[in-house]
Nanobody, 123 residues
Framework: QVQLVESGGGLVQAGGSLRLSCVAS????????MGWFRQAPGKEREFVAV????????YYADSVKGRFTISRDNAKNTVSLQMNSLKAEDTAVYYC????????????????WGQGTQVNVSS
């Protein structure tokens, strides 16, 4: 009942910036906590960031803390991930996800997922 579509991925040089966006449709967006995950080839999907339903609270994985910023605009049904100072190890498919839980960091606690968008960071 909730559809999520990511965009903004692409190729960027190490040290550069990229902004990912996720647009939700189908149901009321504001009731969900929203998260970003990423998955590199041959690796498990890992938590990146989460933002509360009202945008008041955020939490980041240690690997991206200080470099990435998650935000949301409930009026536009969007959640974004601003990625700065990108590193080669940030290369992955990035997924937007929605949860009825409270600030979850485990992928099992997310109810809906986008299709993913590829981010490639060259050295």
């Amino acid at each position: 009942q909730v559809q999520l579509v990511e965009s903004g991925g692409g190729l960027v040089q190490a040290g550069g910036s990229l902004r990912l966006s996720c647009v939700a449709s189908g149901r009321t967006f504001s009731i969900y906590d929203m998260g970003w995950f990423r998955q590199a080839p041959g690796k498990e999907r890992e938590f990146v960031a989460v933002i509360s339903w009202n945008g008041r609270d955020t939490y980041y994985a240690d690997s991206v803390k200080g470099r990435f910023t998650i935000s949301r605009d409930n009026a536009k049904n969007t959640v974004s991930l601003q990625m700065n100072s990108l590193k080669a190890e940030d290369t992955a498919v990035y997924y937007c996800a929605a949860s009825t839980g409270v600030m979850p960091r485990d992928r099992s606690n997310y109810n809906y997922w986008g299709q993913g968008t590829q981010v490639n960071v060259s050295s």
